[in-house]
């Protein structure tokens, strides 16, 4: 329990229920993470149809073995229903629950996480999963991202700590799993504190400079900063939110491709291998600083200054408008920067079929997904063929 005179002990801590109109609150010590249980898990330990029994299943959790009595949501909102009207509350339990409805419709739910020091809240619609840190292994090319395996596939882990600016931060013991439509992506974290509601349009500091984590810093009733992760740009920023999705099946036996690639728009869509990409990162364009003598702009990245190589299709006299897309890439001597339209996905290991061209004495490389609705092709780039041509 929550120590006397601290922040949490003076304010209850309840987790929300909703079954459709119906609303209810549980009082709780704590949270725990947050776990995705199979179906093969559950087990009916009650048959009966007794409209007291809250708790007729129970469940093994996989990874830990631990048992857990799984709660009958709808029977706890029947009983709560019949207590208040046996204690005369029937009418103000309705007003009640129609006002907390009102009310959560103008709100929006977020996870609360400690990590690296600071309370970061993550959109719960976006939380897929909270489970104790997996073994993880390098990933070439993404800046510090970390893979390891998840419900079968890859999931690409976060540098929280450096997208925070705390590289010196100790491991976390847990993993975040956000999801946003098909893709997937990591963050280490230390624990799980509650679910809050907060107002859908908040007021706060928006936080987005390159390489750091796009989020909105608030204050709560107490004082105490939290930082609202944005999901959009966080997954916008990292393309490895891809390679969660399987492969579509081989189509004859022509060869696949063997390393990750990445996709970009720079005046027509072009495939990057993975190991010459150091980072993807959104900045502003006052960032990127115009070389007086009308050479490539410059930015500063992790202290130092690097070339910026702008591959964006031409907009003629009309004024560009938002982030610049940048792919920092390896070369033999300093990292530089590409400007591109956009980054537009990442092609895993083996979902492609690679040909080979000759093309006026050149070989040209060709990447062509398929799948039911047709195929797209991307022709591989090699970045010191790309910085020639546009140095």
Known sequence: APAAGSALAR????????????????QVDALEPMA????????????????????????VLPDSGALLA??????LFDLSRSWCDAAGLAADHATSAANDAAHAADAQTWALIDACGETLALCAEHVAEVLPMPPLQAFMGGSGVALCQWRGGH?????????LGRDDHPPAPLLA????????????????????QLPAAPQGVRSEGAGRLPCLTIHDADGATLRLVDSAALFAMHPESALNLEPEPQR?????????????DA???????????????????EECVPAPDGGHATLNWRGGTIAVHDLRQPVGSASRRGKVALVVLRT???????????????????????????RAGETVELLILSDDSGSATYRVADPASLLRRVA
Do not use: W
Request: glycine share 8%; hydrophobic share 45%; with cysteine.
């Open 155 to 163: 999931l690409a882990v976060l540098p929280l700590p450096r997208l």
């Open 252 to 264: 004859g036996g022509g060869e696949r491709n063997e390393q990750t690639y990445m996709v970009v």
């Open 11 to 26: 304010h209850r801590r309840v987790l929300l229920l909703r079954d459709g109109a119906r609303v209810a609150a549980l």
């Open 70 to 75: 799984l709660l009958d949501v709808a029977s």
């Open 332 to 358: 033999d001597s300093a990292p530089v920067a590409l400007a591109v339209d956009q980054v537009v996905s990442m092609i895993p290991p083996g979902a492609a079929e690679l040909n080979r061209l000759q």
């Open 177 to 196: 799993v956000l999801r946003l439509g098909e893709h997937t992506l990591g963050l280490p974290v230390k624990e799980v504190r509650e679910l809050r």
């Open 267 to 285: 005046g027509g869509k072009l495939a990057l291998p993975i190991g010459a990409c150091e980072e993807v990162l959104q900045a502003a364009p």
């Open 36 to 59: 995705s249980l199979p179906s093969s898990a559950v087990i009916r330990l009650c048959h009966d149809d007794d409209p007291d029994q809250l708790f007729h299943s129970a469940a």
